[in-house]
């Protein structure tokens, strides 16, 4: 068993090529996340990787709002916010007790933030026509985390119903699946 710190660093290793392949005229293409185009699925991630920094530290966060900050050097700024998030979760405890104002377990707390990381950098590689292949040992570990907090998930609208896979499928395109997403999505 990994730190989470160790996970979201490989995660982020792999997530920042996508990022920084991004171009401005693909912003507004959709993306397998029927509520976001490619601007407001990046708002969103750097949302959660900011407010999660906070969660690692035992401080509120909040979700209330999100705010554009796609304007200016966003792939720079995804950049320092990732790494802020990874050292966050090596700090002191981060690991340890609960966090956040639902008390749920701290490590779960890492998973929900690996878990968007890891499947978010997938669907903007889909929406944008990239490659992303995630870390091996980071699928390896989030395979049992995702299904563990799908119920949880689906409740509070962060998962839709899960998507059948053939029996082969490999254990990342389990993982889209149990998040609602279609292994096989394409922006055409």
Known sequence: MKAISELLRATTARALPVVR???ADKLT???PCPEYDVRALINHLLHVVVNFQAL????DSDFSTTPDRTAGD??????DETSRLVEAWAGPGAEEGTTGSLGLPARTVGFMVLGDLT???WDLARATGQRYDPDPDVVA???PAVEA???MAREWGAFGEAVRVPADASVFARVL?????DPGWSPR
């Open 21 to 23: 392949a991004v171009t």
């Open 29 to 31: 293409a959709p993306t």
């Open 56 to 59: 690692a530290a035992k401080k």
């Open 74 to 79: 966003w792939q720079a700024l995804f950049a």
């Open 119 to 121: 499947v978010h950098a």
């Open 141 to 143: 570990e989030l395979g």
């Open 149 to 151: 907090m799908a119920p």
């Open 177 to 181: 699946a149990t998040t609602g997403r």
